[in-house]
Every structure is written in C-alpha cells, then in structure tokens.
C-alpha cells in the first residue's frame, strides 16, 4: 500500500522561481502605471481510469503549468498570461496585461475600484488529505476501482458495472503589488460507480451516493466514506428499483436526503447568489437571477428555518482555500437567515461597487491561462441545532416520498422555475417507508419551495456533497463546489410522473 503523506506542499512546485518570477512582473507593471497587478503561478496535475465491467477503457495523468499576470491600469482591466516561466517571459506579460487594460478603456463604463484586504506575506496552505492519489502506483489504484466492480457483477441482476475515478492536485502561487504572497496545494477525488440491469423490464441504473471530496486516496480505502459496504448494498437497492411501481403525479410530502438536496441547493440558491448573475453580468451564457440587489434584506427566500452560509474553510470542501485568488482570506458568511436574502457571493470589485468593505473571498480560476471569475465557494444549509433525525423526519409524513441521490435536473436561466429527479425514492405511508416507486421528479419554483421546509434535520443529518465540473463564464471555466446539508421535509410539493411526461427518471 502506498505510505501517508504529511500533505506537505510538492517541492516540484515550490522549486520553481516562484518569487522572481512574479518580482518581475510586477516590478514592470509597476513602471507601466499599474495601480493594481497580481500574479498566478500554477501547476494542476489531473488524473483519471475509467472501466466498464472491470476491464480499463481509459487512463490519463495530465499536467497544466503556467503564468498569469492582472493588471488595473488607469482603471481599466487587463490580463495576459503564459507558460515560459523566465522573469523575462514574466515582464512581457505585464506589459501585454497594460496594453489590453488601454484597448479595454473604449470599453469601459467606470473605473475598476478594488476593496481592500489585508497584506498576506509568506503565506501557505495545504488542504486536509493523508494521501496524495499520484502517490499511489497506477495498478493499485486500477485495482481498487476493479475490485468493486467485479462485486458488483457477481452480484444477481447486475449485468454491467461502470467504475470511474478523477483526482486532482492543483498548485497555486500568488502574489501582488500590496506585498501579499501566497502558496496553495489542494488535492480532491471524484469516485463514481453504477450498476446496470437490462431486463424485460428495461433499461435500469443506480449509482453510488459517496459525494466528491477534498481528499486523497484514503477515501476510496475506508475514510470519510465506506464504499465497500455501499456496493454490498447497490444491487438490491437497483433489484427492487427495477421492479417498482410508477409514481401516482400529484402533491407530497417530500423527506429529501442531503444526497439529493445538495443539487437543489447548488442550482437554485447558490447560483441565483452569485452577484455578478443577479447584475447581468452572465446573461448572455450562465443567465441572470430572480434574487436581484434590491431585494437585499427583504426577499423571503424560503422558512423562517432556512439559513444558508457560503465559506471557503469547510474540511474537506471542494471550494475550501486558504486564499481565492484575488488573495481575500477564506471566510464564512450568511446568504440567507431565518429565510431572508442576507448576502451575495463577491470578489474585490464587486465589493467595492456595492460600497462593502471587503470581499468575501468569491474569484477563483480554474486555470493559469482563465481570468478570476465570481465563482461561488462552499454554499451550505445549516441543520437545526437539535433538528429530528431522518427516520424522525419520515415519522412526521403521512403520505409522501423519501427522496435519495441526485440524478437529472432543469432550472430555467433566472434560477427560479425547476425540477429534479434523483437516484432513489421510496413511498412514505403512516410515517414508514413502503417500497421503491419510480418515474419520479419534483417541481417548484425556488421560493415556493424553500418556503414550504417546514422541518429541518440535526447535525448527524448533515452531508457535505457537490460536483466537480461547475460551469460558467466565456470561454467557459469549471469549478469543483461543495454543498452541505441536512436532511429536511418540504410540504405540499408538486410531483410529476416523468413516464407520462415524455422521460424516465
């Protein structure tokens, strides 16, 4: 087995110029006029196996390295970046980074004021792993990803078995005119397996719950989650998912697990919370958002017992930093309290535009050669502080539906009106669980639903899941995102066959 690591930060990173390279280019930016300059140093390397049926289809180990130099120049926004890592490679940057900030002035409506932030010089941060998946031989990790698959196959019902694994060490340098200079590693896995059965019955899948984590390849071996003891228990869950009745349409009671409730949170209260959408900054691509500026502290988002929270400093969470990159400290904030639109997502300019005084920490790129975007951080509803348990939460429910995983999704582009179906759902009868139905999706709109939570878990409820691959901007970026929640009952929510719409679930 391969030995755990003190998650120290890599020497192939750290014995890069990393200070002279960016002295240089901000020394030039500096000659040229920049009022503002920071500098991104990064090295992402990205691995993955995919198998179907126990057998590889494919492997990769891939490597991003470069340069990235930002500029305020007379007001103006400009950007350049590169791979060749000289310190005169480095000061070409910045004087490419001046000249688009003096194109950009045509363009410009009103100068770029940055919020403040507190100088963070010689700084570090390594996230929260014991072993660093590149570490690990290729056939051991191979192994491990066959060795579940294949109990899966054995198992009665199950006649193909996919097994996938992405994981991720991404390296950041950063440094700027006001003297901060910043050094990050984080490492993250995304493990995913399904089992299908092709019957009489159809074409039928289910997937394991096990969320994306900040964490290294002791996840997949027993910490943090046990995926041997839920691929023991995925076949008979798929069998009896195969021979479920289709959903009656109409109104239920919904118990939804946090396996679930992360989507809907991520794409009706996280998105709808990123600042730059609720301005228009994203309509022509991402959308705009319902939850506008004005409606800051009076918008009745949902109950009363809806408080949600964005952070960068959640163990294990796939937005957790020491730093975004504008070198804004990681934070924790409200967004929504006791139901009510509270806060926004921001970065240093945003900030400023609305008259705060700091950033919440929100800018982050996902690559040397992408500009910081607004991008949300770990966005989270908070359980209830002696919040019921999730059998509790189901005593509570006459006639319902308990709803588990996440599966497909639609929400329109002001995050308002949507529908979700999930992995599995099980009737609730008399407050007991009564058997698997199927064909099942929930629709709402965002604040119908949140307002009709009427019960909110405890803390041993609580999950934080989330996915990797968040998309936004132009040209497009991705994001690894955590969710937190618990377990909660939403009332009187509209259920739809999705047989008789048109689809399957």
């Known amino acids: 087995m391969a030995q755990i690591s003190m998650a120290r930060l890599d020497d192939e990173f750290t014995g890069l110029p990393l200070q002279s390279l960016s002295d240089a280019a901000l020394q030039r930016a500096a000659e040229l006029g920049a009022t503002h300059a920071d500098v991104r140093i990064e090295r992402i390397r990205t691995g993955s196996h995919a198998l179907r049926d126990g057998e590889l289809e494919r492997s990769i180990d891939d490597l991003t390295l470069g340069l990235a130099v930002r500029v305020v120049h007379e007001g103006n926004w400009g950007f350049a970046a590169g791979i060749t890592l000289t310190a005169g490679a480095a000061a070409t940057l910045a004087e490419q980074a001046v000249a688009t900030a003096r194109v950009s002035a045509a363009l410009t409506t009103r100068p770029v004021t940055l919020a403040p932030e507190p100088v963070h010089a010689e700084a570090s941060w390594v996230s929260a792993y014991a072993i660093n998946p590149f570490d690990v031989p290729e056939a051991e990790r191979i192994a491990r990803l066959r060795e579940l698959s294949h109990r899966l196959l054995a198992s009665d019902g199950v006649d193909h078995a996919d097994a996938s694994v992405a994981f991720v060490q991404e390296n950041t340098w950063y440094a700027d005119l006001a003297g901060s200079s910043i050094t990050q590693q984080r490492v993250r896995v995304v493990p995913e397996f399904t089992a299908i059965s092709v019957s009489d019955a159809g074409f039928s899948s ?123 400290a990681a934070q924790t904030f409200d967004i929504v309290r006791d139901g009510v639109l509270v806060g926004f997502q921001l970065n240093r300019q945003m900030a400023a535009e609305q008259g705060l005084a700091r950033s919440n920490g929100c800018a982050f790129a996902d690559a040397p050669g992408h500009i910081p975007l607004q991008r949300m951080p770990n966005v989270s509803l908070q359980p209830a502080v002696d919040g019921p348990s999730t059998e509790e939460l189901i005593g509570q429910v006459d006639d319902g539906l308990y709803v588990v995983g996440d599966k497909s999704w639609s929400i329109d582009m002001q995050r308002y009106n949507f529908q979700f179906t999930g992995q599995r759902f099980f009737r609730i009868r008399g407050g007991r669980l009564d058997g698997q139905v199927r064909d099942v999706a929930y629709q709402a709109t965002t604040t119908d639903f949140w307002r009709s939570m009427r019960a909110v878990g405890g803390p041993e409820t609580w999950l934080l899941h989330g996915a990797a691959n968040c998309g936004k901007g132009q040209p497009g970026q991705v994001a690894p995102v955590s969710h937190g929640c618990p377990s909660a009952l939403f009332t009187g929510v509209n259920v739809l066959n999705t047989r008789s719409e048109g689809g399957r679930a």
Do not use: C
């Open 206 to 328: 289910m997937r394991t719950l096990s969320p994306p984590a900040g964490r290294g390849w002791e996840y997949l071996t027993g910490t943090g989650w046990d995926f041997d003891a839920e691929i023991a228990e995925l076949p008979d869950l798929l069998a009896e998912h195969v021979k479920a009745p289709t959903v009656e349409p109409g109104r239920y009671d919904l118990v939804i697990d946090p396996t679930n409730l992360w989507l809907t949170i991520h794409e009706s209260v996280a998105h709808a919370t990123e600042l730059d959408r609720a301005l228009g900054y994203e309509a022509a691509y991402a959308g705009t958002s319902f939850a506008t500026p004005d409606q800051l502290g009076t918008l009745q988002y949902g109950s009363e017992l809806m408080h949600v929270t964005g952070d960068r400093v959640t163990e294990h969470g796939l937005a957790t930093v020491g730093w975004d990159d504008e070198g804004v």
